[in-house]
Structures are given as structure tokens and as C-alpha cells.
């Protein structure tokens, strides 16, 4: 692991917008600029260091722009897939990824990103 790089912040914006029924559904792109916002302003509780923030949306919220502090991408197909891609290619760097996603879990965990919950973005 390249401690010398800022960690590498992954967010499933799908799995952390639908972990709190707040009426997301009604207005998806919506509801991932707002968690975009929030990462913006708050970063990710917890991790005092440096920290790059990639927000990854897919179906209605691509097309997020990004903000400063956020990069938003907008996965050409499969979220997950996308985000596996992006760990893979951090190399040594070190990676969480913040979802609830148990199959995306365990396939950025083999590659050697940590993994946590939405609550570590979005107080439920």
C-alpha cells in the first residue's frame, strides 16, 4: 500500500442514495448531487488525511458534474463494474469503497480496498 497518495474514496452513489428512503426515486439525479454536495462539504468522517472523492452514478444520475473535492463518473454500463475497475487500477494506492453491496464488497475486498457502509457517508 502507496501511503504517499491521498486514499482513494470510492462511493457506490446508487447503494449510499438508496440506503435512506427519503423519496431519492422521485428525482435520482437529484439525489446524487445532493450526496455529492455533502461529500463536498463534509469529505468522509473519520479519515483525517488526505482523501480524492470519486462519486460513481450510473442509469438517471449520469451526468452528475463534478465539484471541487468530488470528481463525479458516470459509469458507461455497470456501476459496479466501474467502481471494480477503478480500485484495480489504483494499484498500491489505498482505496475504501463505500458501499452496502455485498458482491461489490467481497470483488474490491480481493483486490485489496477496504470496504465500508453508507452510514460512513450518510448518517441513515
Known sequence: MDDSEPLLVIVDAANVVGSVPDGWWHDRRGAAERLRDR????GVPGHTGPVEIVLVVEGAARGVDPVPGVRVESAPGSGDDHMVELAARAGDRPVLVVTADRGLRRRVAEL????????????A
Do not use: K, N, Q
Open 39 to 42: 461529500l463536498a462539504v463534509d
Open 112 to 123: 485489496g480496498a477496504e470496504v465500508a457502509g453508507p452510514r460512513t457517508v450518510r448518517p
